[in-house]
């Protein structure tokens, strides 16, 4: 069953599966900024840190990805990904324009393989877009921590997510 989000306090549904802790997550092919696939989610040597934003030509989904490429500078051993619809030449664009060198920005423009867990936006003005969620999972390929956030506008509790990752 699929989940819903606001934005602007309007109701939007997610296309796809509700996924929760302890589930396995789905492995998917995304694109990074220099045009090559990905695949994340499934086992993997390091935790998975999976955080999916609408654009990053956005105030709210810039000063995330920002936030997430700062805070985690420290973190070692984990693989974090800040994925969204953007064209990767676009991604290119912001990640040399702030300097993002501590995550890795990737699109799934091309695949959509995101809607494997439920975050695709369904319908409204962002329909096709990624809704905003992180999703943490360990090297057995398991969601040990999910957060998607209830209004799009709004950033992810940060806090929550650096608790959860120690």
Request: proline share 4%; charged share 30%; aromatic share 6%.
């Amino acid at each position: 069953m699929s989940e819903s989000v606001s934005l602007k306090g309007n109701k939007v549904s997610l296309a796809g599966p509700a996924l929760n802790v302890g589930d396995k997550a789905p492995k998917v092919i995304v694109v990074t900024k220099d045009l090559k696939e990905k695949e994340i989610g499934g086992e993997n040597e390091k935790v998975q840190l999976i955080i999916t934003v609408p654009s990053l030509d956005t105030p709210v989904c810039e000063m995330e990805a920002k936030k997430f490429n700062e805070m985690l500078s420290k973190f070692e051993n984990i693989d974090v990904n800040v994925i969204s619809m953007d064209l990767p030449f676009a991604q290119n664009r912001f990640c040399e324009s702030f300097n993002i060198k501590n995550i890795t920005v990737a699109s799934d423009f091309r695949n959509r393989d995101m809607g494997k867990y439920g975050v695709i936006i369904d319908e409204g003005a962002l329909k096709g877009l990624t809704a905003r969620a992180v999703f943490i999972v360990n090297k057995e390929g398991k969601i040990t921590y999910k957060q998607l956030v209830p209004e799009i506008t709004q950033e992810p509790n940060y806090e929550e997510v650096l608790n959860a990752l120690k």
